[in-house]
């Protein structure tokens, strides 16, 4: 649970157990299923965020929605078909605004699944991405000399923290060094 989380819960007293087991998570585990980013819904608490930032908030694109009612209300792509298959533009967008880790970089993932992710070890450089004329703000957060994802200063006031898919994951070039 990240400290936004908490803070919601203690603002709306929110009390999570009087829903009985009947809440439990979806127990699907995490869907890998692309190289790029990785959604694991039993983290989610369906705050929409992501669905309003790949919805007419930012991006425009509506691959993802609220399906289901009650406790089957999960979010989905169309068809829950696997998200290779949707209409998925890969901008990271939802990653960005999603506070419970439910929607994640891949290479955070295999970094927390390996035992790897140390935040206490990372430096952030903000930087401008160089790819087009745009020029938006990078945060590029760094361990061991290596970029370990990609994110965007949300104060940024002609971005808000929104990047294309090139920007958010084309960063493998910085570090070849081959
Ligand atoms: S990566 Fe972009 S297009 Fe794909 S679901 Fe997230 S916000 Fe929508
Ligand atoms: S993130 Fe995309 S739109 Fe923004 S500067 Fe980079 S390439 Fe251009």
Redesign the pocket.
């Known amino acids: 649970m990240t400290p936004q989380v908490a803070e919601w819960i203690k603002e709306y007293e929110a009390k999570p157990d009087r829903f009985g087991p009947d809440a439990a998570r979806l127990g699907e585990g995490p869907k890998v299923d692309n190289d790029l980013y990785v959604r694991d819904y039993d983290k989610c608490i369906l705050r929409s965020k992501c669905v309003d930032a790949c919805g007419d908030q930012w991006q425009n694109t509506l691959a993802i929605s609220v399906a289901g009612r009650e406790f089957d209300a999960r979010i989905a792509v169309e068809h829950d078909a696997p998200l290779t298959d949707s209409a998925c533009v890969y901008c990271g967008n939802c990653i960005e605004v999603c506070p419970t880790g439910a929607l994640s970089f891949k290479s955070e993932f295999d970094m927390r699944a390996a035992g790897t992710w140390d935040e206490s070890q990372q430096t952030e450089t903000t930087t401008?991405?160089?790819?087009?004329?745009?020029?938006?703000n990078?945060t590029l957060p760094v361990q061991d000399n290596e970029i370990v994802k990609v994110t965007s200063p949300h104060d940024n006031p002609v971005?808000h923290g929104n990047?294309?898919?090139?920007?958010?994951f084309g960063y493998q070039h910085v570090q070849n060094r081959g």
Do not use: I
């Open positions: 401008v991405c160089a790819y087009c004329g745009v020029g938006c990078l971005t990047l294309c898919s090139k920007g958010r």
